[in-house]
């Protein structure tokens, strides 16, 4: 996917569609993560959508839920989705942040052997 060390670096219109296809995957993420925990919380809480909204995206923001659980199947799906919604938060920041350490560290071996 990304050009090797023997290549010289992309040009800035290829790095800028590469920087907006992994911001693009991202967001593709985040929406579907919200719409799951959307999903979960009006199964098991009986929460309007527009609760289940604001719970879901509170726990992938880290924040934390608005409402606390209080079925038992509620109470296990917020904590499996809350671990869920670290993890991509995490995986979010990997996807975003990619192109750009690529391109800092492709530039660096670039002049580096060119010397």
């Given at each position: 996917m990304y050009e090797s060390r023997a290549h010289p670096p992309i040009s800035r219109g290829r790095f800028v569609r590469r920087v907006l296809l992994h911001c693009a995957a991202a967001l593709a993420l985040l929406l579907a993560s919200l719409a799951?925990?959307?999903a979960g919380y009006e199964h098991f809480e009986r929460l309007p959508w527009?609760?289940?909204f604001l719970n879901a995206a509170m726990l992938l923001g880290g924040m934390g839920p608005v409402d606390a659980p209080r079925?038992?199947?509620?109470?296990?799906?917020a904590?499996?989705?809350a671990l869920y919604?670290?993890?991509v938060f995490l995986i979010a920041a990997g996807l975003v942040l990619t192109p750009v350490v690529h391109r800092l560290m492709h530039r660096f071996h670039w002049e580096q052997g060119r010397r």
């Open positions: 799951i925990g959307m527009r609760d289940a079925t038992d199947g509620g109470k296990l799906f904590g499996c989705y919604a670290g993890l």
